[in-house]
């Protein structure tokens, strides 16, 4: 285990800040692939995928179980994490940096052992959620799942977009304190690095997964006595359809194919008659009016509550 101290924390930093030309840009800027594919509310599609490709490693599954309040707040844990990464992508630098110590000073708190025995993982096995290898897992998951959703609603990425996005992911990880070393040269490597894992037993799903996923769609404990909703039920089919088989398998999950494929399918044709003021994320609007002027758009709020709703019915709460 290779754990993230402060002292590594500051050090990539330091790097990233010495890399940066614009400030107000932060670490990406309007130019970046970074910003042009993370800008808008296409993403939440695969909050699901993402939640779930986290989840499925056993360290950080744990972690999350034993010591936050994912139980009763699955879906706040998951808005909180993309409140962080999304001042790291659009928020100018200082903001980008206090998210990134922000995250490293949670974590720095949250360690433990793996109370029994989970594909590769023995029972009490130790976990650190600064560990390194942990941190390049979730950082992967929110780089692939990001992939999948542009090339779902908008069809295949030239390559060369999806390896300058690949590689300007990397300063994101750095942000993590997450080591040079082990982060990919291009999109290549990145999907060599996401197979290898979703092969291998390190990434097995737990118990207390499972019953996180159950949540996630409303099917957990807290909706005992409650039907599942049926956004919470299309929610669980799009993600069965975005997940490989086995994990579907293991997470317990009830897949749908036809109704998932109809439903990506009309979001994809609506998605793609809506003005783009309407789907781009408020963070996105809020960077681009910093850096160039533009006014934002006074739809983007709208429409990110519109999808709190829904997640929220997904969710039962």
Partial sequence: MVVVNRADLEAAL??????VVDARA????PESANWTLMSDVALFV??????????????VAYAIDQHSRTRTDVLGRFQRTFDNVFAMIFGELDEALAAARRVHNIHARIHGAIPEAVGGWAAGAPYHANDASALRWVHATLIDTALMIREQIDGALPPDVRDR?????????ALFGIPRSLLPDGYPA???????MID???????PCAREMAAFLFGRGDLAAG?????????AEAITCELLP???????????????????????????RRLPRGTVALPAYGAALHRVTGAPPSRFAGVTVRLLDGLAQRATGT
């Fill in 14 to 19: 330091a790097e990233v800040r010495a890399h």
């Fill in 26 to 29: 932060g670490i990406f800027g």
């Fill in 46 to 59: 695969g909050g699901g995928r993402a939640a779930l490709l986290q989840l499925a490693h056993p360290m």
């Fill in 165 to 173: 996005y690949v590689l300007e992911a990397n300063r994101m990880a």
């Fill in 190 to 196: 990145h999907v060599a690095y996401m197979r290898r």
């Fill in 200 to 206: 291998s037993d390190q990434i097995a799903v737990a």
């Fill in 226 to 234: 409650r039907a599942q909703t049926p956004v919470g039920w299309l």
């Fill in 245 to 271: 088989p086995h994990l579907v398998a293991q997470f317990g999950l009830r897949p749908a194919p036809r109704r998932a494929r109809a439903a990506l399918a009309a979001f994809r044709a609506i998605y």
